[in-house]
């Protein structure tokens, strides 16, 4: 697949911003270049499937299918047993108004399903040309790492795609555990939470206690001395590059093996501006290596 270096998060829709204002960013996001959009059935509770249905209303009003990558997920609710997966597979193309599903991610695996009968059942929605390619997020290494060899093993469909909680104050998980999981096996990375829900943005200060997202609770958690330290080097590259630092966030993140398209949502055009990535340079890298060991 041959996907834009931003992907565009599809949490918002029907959550932070209503149908129109959706439009307005999905719009802005296709006219910037970008082809490849996230979301999952469970977007956004408890409004479960609402991030699908505006998506697939704004595909039927631009006639815009085809230039797209459509990636969801399932298994955040129900879990990940063939009956779910089968079941909601259809549920998920009724709301996307389509007849595949490009990127289909197991989206959570807390250990109660046999990971043979998850691999069965993902391949099952590819033989029936449902899915194109199979992806997982948050499945425990050790598990994925079985999924990945039964796969391969026995010629069914296999991740393809990772997508892993992973930006520059979220490091040590990612690439402790999962990197080397990636380069085995060749892996695409498409990393989430690449703001930090907003916090890499620079939008928030030392000192704030609150914003106007309900997201700011989980930004501000990362205000400590190594979050302060991480914005002060975001700010130096951006000045540097006069670029945003949303834009510096998520282009580290494509300096990192694998990587192939970091995932961040917007909630208005301007903000999606600033977030679409840009050129680093080794030394801008390092700088932010350090500032975020
Ligand atoms: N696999 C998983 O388990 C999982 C989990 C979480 C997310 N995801 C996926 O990853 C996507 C990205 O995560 P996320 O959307 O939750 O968080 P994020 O990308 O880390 O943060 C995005 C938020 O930051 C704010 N923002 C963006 N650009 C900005 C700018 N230029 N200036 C100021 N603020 C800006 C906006 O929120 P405010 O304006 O409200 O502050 C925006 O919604 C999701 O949409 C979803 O598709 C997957």
Request: net charge negative.
């Given at each position: 697949m041959d996907v834009y270096g931003l992907c565009l998060g599809g949490?918002?829709?029907?959550?932070?911003?209503d149908r129109e204002q959706s439009f307005a960013v999905l719009d802005a996001y296709v006219e910037a270049g970008g082809n490849f959009i996230d979301t999952a059935?469970?977007?956004?509770?408890?409004?479960?499937?609402i991030s699908e249905t505006i998506i697939g209303e704004w595909m039927a009003a631009r006639g815009n299918r085809d230039q797209l990558v459509i990636a969801t997920k399932v298994?955040?609710?129900?879990?990940?047993s063939a009956e779910n997966i089968l079941s909601r597979v259809d549920a998920s193309l009724r709301r996307l108004q389509t007849?595949?599903?490009d990127l289909y991610y197991?989206?959570?695996?807390?250990?109660?399903?046999?990971v043979e009968e998850t691999v069965r059942a993902f391949d099952q929605t590819v033989r029936d040309g449902k899915v194109l390619h199979v992806a997982a997020s948050n499945v425990p290494p050790e598990r994925l790492v079985r999924s990945l060899e039964l796969a391969e093993r026995e010629g069914l469909a296999r991740y393809e795609w990772l997508q892993p909680h992973y930006n520059l104050v979220e490091r040590e998980g990612y690439e402790r555990d999962y990197a080397p999981i990636v380069e085995r096996f060749g892996l695409q990375v498409a990393p989430y939470y690449a703001l930090a829900s907003g916090f890499l943005t620079g939008k928030y200060q030392p000192?704030?206690?609150?914003?106007?997202?309900?997201?700011a609770e989980r930004a501000l958690s990362y205000m400590d001395e190594r979050g302060e330290r991480v914005l002060a080097a975001l700010n130096d590259v951006a000045a540097v590059r006069g670029a945003a630092v949303a834009a510096v966030a998520v282009s580290w993140l494509l300096?990192?093996?694998?990587?192939?398209s970091p995932i961040a949502s917007a909630r208005t055009p301007e903000q999606l501006a600033q977030i679409l990535p840009i050129e680093l340079s080794d030394d801008d890298i390092t700088r932010l290596d350090e500032a975020s060991a």
């Open positions: 949490n918002v829709f029907g959550w932070t911003i059935d469970t977007y956004m509770r408890p409004n479960q499937g298994g955040s609710d129900g879990g990940l007849d595949r599903i197991a989206h959570k695996d807390v250990g109660d399903v046999p000192g704030d206690t609150g914003g106007d997202s309900p997201r300096a990192k093996p694998g990587v192939v």
